[in-house]
Structures are given as C-alpha cells and as structure tokens.
C-alpha cells in the first residue's frame, strides 16, 4: 500500500512563497514520477507540475511556469513544491500523486496514488 502524506500548506499574502512537501512510502519512490495537482472550490482538479523518477526531467502547467518549482530527493523520499510570488488564483488544496507512466502526463485519471491534500490559501 501505497502512502503520500503533504505538508507545508497554510495562509500567505500575495507575492509571498510557501514549499510543500510531500512524504511518500509503501512504493519504490525512486521508480516512479511525481506530480502535484490542486483543486479550487467548484472546480476541478488540475494538474501543477511533475518530476522524472530520476529528477532530471519536469513539467509545468503554464499557469505556474516560472513561479514553482518541483523536486525530489529520492533517498528521503521526498518530493516537494517550491511556490513563489504566490497569486489569490493559487488558493486551492493541493495534492501530490504517484504515476506509473511519464513526468509528461497531465491527466488525474493518469496518477494511481494521492495523498490527502494540504491548503493553500494566498490572500490579496
């Protein structure tokens, strides 16, 4: 069983940054991709960002490009989210899954394993 445990979430001001992490266990974490979702009231969970198992590879969505930053240390486990200069438009739970395919993938319905979420709330 596989077990993705988030952390880092909290109330910022616009502009501020946060980093999230996300602890994972149960699953040989340095054999899959990461990727970090988040899902606002009323909508849609979209995707944020993915790592290669080996770190050398991301992806982006273009809303975030440029402002976040994913990374991993496999030999803790670990992949975290550096967020900065943080929009209200940013404010959403987010989530960090595991795929058994590509960094590349985009899709929900593409990671196998979520963890529970963490809030992130950027005030105006």
């Known amino acids: 069983q596989v077990q993705l445990v988030e952390s880092g979430g909290g109330l910022v001001q616009a502009g501020g940054s946060l980093r999230l992490s996300c602890a994972a266990s149960g699953r040989t974490f340095s054999n899959y991709a990461m990727g970090w979702f988040r899902q606002a009231p009323g909508k849609e969970r979209e995707f944020v960002a993915a790592?290669?198992?080996?770190?050398?590879?991301?992806n982006y969505a273009d809303s975030v490009k440029g402002r976040f930053t994913i990374s991993r240390d496999n030999a803790k486990n670990t992949v975290s989210l550096q967020m900065n200069s943080l929009k209200p438009e940013d404010t959403a739970v987010y989530y960090c899954?595991?795929?058994?395919?590509?960094?590349?993938?985009?899709?929900?319905?593409?990671?196998?394993?979520w963890g529970q979420g963490t809030q992130v709330t950027v005030s105006s």
């Open positions: 790592i290669s198992w080996s770190g050398s590879n991301t």
């Open positions: 899954a595991t795929t058994r395919s590509s960094y590349k993938r985009v899709g929900v319905n593409e990671y196998d394993y």
